[in-house]
């Protein structure tokens, strides 16, 4: 499959486009301005005339550089002039990036009534269901959840659809939703009459995957290298002992006292723990992990929008596509094991031309996991300067933080035991009391049976006739 290369070069006489100039017409035009987008990005200048043509695009632009407009944009253009019910099905990885581009959506798309579902796992299947009943424009899902309903759901059906979006492509098109995916396009209408749209701040080039994805003739826009990260963004890495992460840690939450702030970790243990030590030492944090609820997620992400909260906790459930503009700086406490992952975790600062700075704990264990980072994005990262001594003038609170920490894991632990415990002692009294009802009309029934069968019943009816 030969995929055209349309490489954007930087031209300082070019004239400045507009939404406008590209050919997105005046309604759009209009929401674009409302949600202060005054001139299109260098991947929306590149994706929407062609888009416009109706053509397949793989799209490869470094993260919070406006790739969610360029795909919202034309699909809500090619809606309108031809309206339709389940127009469109948007597949992302992550569910708190589903529920961001639904926001998109409606928000480019509130003037012309569009209608969107998110449809992800953790939440309830029959209200989904009975969203999708209602047959809205646009379908916003992850892949599991989505064979889920088409599995399950009666009359639900994606034949219609005459767009297919893969947000953060390279997750997806992985091994981990294949099997999904596989089931997804099967049941999709042919290639021919439909418009697919792969997108990713990194991207695997493997042909095989992008033929499973229906691809017909597309056309590849870069607007950055291979793999980058942005220019605003200061990048650091600070060289510890792995004893002392968390003394560390808690000192550069102190200096950087006021703003913005998420650290990434590596499990949903260290993510709850490191949560309970800073709240312990008296920061506004809030985790988020694999393991809470999607409504705890979803609560927890929007108290950090709102800067209820400063501090963001999280595995890497956060790194994808989370657009949070006030971000001022990411800590990755743990390094992470693949290097494409690092791009997308500090892309979560300095998005769409802020500044930003990110932080990188390695200790004696991540060289080789530094080194390979360091490769992938071709610079060297500088060193974040601290004063040791000042540093482990606060080893005693944290490690009593920590202590304490760790109390209150097990205290949560425990109460779950009790409460799983607890139902279980619940369903299985409720089986005894059903066995005991069941039994009670048996043996009642045996003794009704009995008295029949050796004509007691009788015997007393003729006795009493003789009395009277």
Same mark, same amino acid.
């Given at each position: 499959m030969d995929n055209e290369n349309h490489l954007v070069e930087e031209n300082p006489s070019q004239e400045i486009l507009t939404f406008k100039s590209l050919g997105l017409n005046d309604v759009l035009c209009e929401a674009c301005e409302k949600l202060g987008w005054k001139t299109p990005t260098k991947i929306q200048c590149e994706a929407l005339p062609i888009a416009f043509q109706n053509r397949d695009i793989i799209g490869l632009a470094e993260t919070g550089s406006g790739k969610t407009g360029a795909f919202a944009l034309p699909i809500l253009q090619a809606l309108l002039a031809s309206p339709q019910r389940l127009f469109a099905l948007v597949l992302t990885p992550t569910r708190e990036l589903a529920y961001q581009i639904s926001e998109q959506f409606e928000a480019l798309g509130s003037s012309i009534g569009v209608k969107c579902a998110v449809i992800v796992g953790g939440m309830d299947m029959m209200s989904q269901s009975i969203v999708l009943a209602k047959k809205p424009h646009i379908v916003v899902a992850t892949p599991g959840r989505l064979v889920d309903h088409l599995e399950n759901t009666k009359g639900f059906s994606l034949r219609s659809i005459r767009y297919l979006v893969m947000d953060e492509a390279d997750r997806i098109l992985n091994m981990d939703f294949e099997v999904d995916l596989d089931k997804i396009l099967k049941i999709l209408s042919s290639s021919s009459t439909r418009s697919t749209y792969l997108y990713s701040a990194t991207m695997t080039k493997k042909v095989a %995957? &992008? #033929?499973? !994805?229906? +691809?017909?003739? =597309?056309?590849?826009?870069?607007?950055?290298?291979?793999?980058?990260?942005?220019? %605003? &963004? #200061?990048? !650091?890495? +600070?060289?510890? =002992?792995?004893k002392y992460k968390d003394v560390y840690l808690i000192s550069i939450l102190n200096d950087m006292s006021g703003k913005s702030i998420i650290v990434f970790s590596s499990t949903?243990?260290?993510?709850?723990?490191?949560?309970?030590?800073?709240?312990?030492l008296g920061f506004t944090t809030v985790p988020l992990h694999g393991q809470m609820s999607q409504t705890k997620r979803l609560g927890a992400l929007n108290k950090f929008k709102g800067k209820a909260r400063s501090i963001l906790i999280a595995t890497d459930v956060a790194s994808r596509?989370?657009?949070?503009?006030?971000?001022?700086?990411?800590?990755?406490?743990?390094?992470?094991?693949?290097s494409k992952d690092y791009i997308h975790r500090v892309g979560r600062t300095a998005r769409a031309g802020r500044s930003g700075k990110s932080i990188t704990f390695v200790t004696q264990y991540d060289i080789e996991l530094y080194q390979r980072i360091e490769y992938l994005i071709g610079k060297q990262l500088s060193q974040y300067v601290t004063h040791e001594d000042e540093v482990m003038l606060l080893l005693e609170r944290v490690n009593e933080a920590d202590r304490q920490a760790r109390i209150q894991i097990r205290e949560i632990e425990d109460d779950k035991k009790d409460n799983r415990r607890k139902?279980?002692?619940?369903?299985?009294?409720?089986?005894?009391?059903?066995?005991?009802?069941?039994?009670?009309?048996?043996?009642?029934?045996?003794?009704?049976?009995?008295?029949?069968g050796f004509g007691v019943k009788k015997h007393l009816k003729k006795k009493k006739r003789i009395n009277k």
């Amino acid at each position: 499959m030969d995929n055209e290369n349309h490489l954007v070069e930087e031209n300082p006489s070019q004239e400045i486009l507009t939404f406008k100039s590209l050919g997105l017409n005046d309604v759009l035009c209009e929401a674009c301005e409302k949600l202060g987008w005054k001139t299109p990005t260098k991947i929306q200048c590149e994706a929407l005339p062609i888009a416009f043509q109706n053509r397949d695009i793989i799209g490869l632009a470094e993260t919070g550089s406006g790739k969610t407009g360029a795909f919202a944009l034309p699909i809500l253009q090619a809606l309108l002039a031809s309206p339709q019910r389940l127009f469109a099905l948007v597949l992302t990885p992550t569910r708190e990036l589903a529920y961001q581009i639904s926001e998109q959506f409606e928000a480019l798309g509130s003037s012309i009534g569009v209608k969107c579902a998110v449809i992800v796992g953790g939440m309830d299947m029959m209200s989904q269901s009975i969203v999708l009943a209602k047959k809205p424009h646009i379908v916003v899902a992850t892949p599991g959840r989505l064979v889920d309903h088409l599995e399950n759901t009666k009359g639900f059906s994606l034949r219609s659809i005459r767009y297919l979006v893969m947000d953060e492509a390279d997750r997806i098109l992985n091994m981990d939703f294949e099997v999904d995916l596989d089931k997804i396009l099967k049941i999709l209408s042919s290639s021919s009459t439909r418009s697919t749209y792969l997108y990713s701040a990194t991207m695997t080039k493997k042909v095989a %995957k &992008l #033929q499973r !994805a229906s +691809l017909r003739d =597309p056309i590849k826009i870069e607007v950055s290298d291979k793999y980058s990260t942005v220019e %605003k &963004l #200061q990048q !650091a890495y +600070l060289f510890i =002992p792995a004893k002392y992460k968390d003394v560390y840690l808690i000192s550069i939450l102190n200096d950087m006292s006021g703003k913005s702030i998420i650290v990434f970790s590596s499990t949903c243990t260290t993510t709850l723990r490191l949560a309970l030590l800073t709240r312990n030492l008296g920061f506004t944090t809030v985790p988020l992990h694999g393991q809470m609820s999607q409504t705890k997620r979803l609560g927890a992400l929007n108290k950090f929008k709102g800067k209820a909260r400063s501090i963001l906790i999280a595995t890497d459930v956060a790194s994808r596509g989370l657009d949070i503009p006030h971000v001022d700086i990411v800590i990755n406490y743990d390094i992470p094991t693949h290097s494409k992952d690092y791009i997308h975790r500090v892309g979560r600062t300095a998005r769409a031309g802020r500044s930003g700075k990110s932080i990188t704990f390695v200790t004696q264990y991540d060289i080789e996991l530094y080194q390979r980072i360091e490769y992938l994005i071709g610079k060297q990262l500088s060193q974040y300067v601290t004063h040791e001594d000042e540093v482990m003038l606060l080893l005693e609170r944290v490690n009593e933080a920590d202590r304490q920490a760790r109390i209150q894991i097990r205290e949560i632990e425990d109460d779950k035991k009790d409460n799983r415990r607890k139902r279980k002692n619940k369903d299985k009294q409720n089986d005894d009391f059903d066995d005991m009802k069941s039994s009670n009309k048996k043996r009642k029934h045996e003794y009704n049976d009995s008295e029949n069968g050796f004509g007691v019943k009788k015997h007393l009816k003729k006795k009493k006739r003789i009395n009277k």
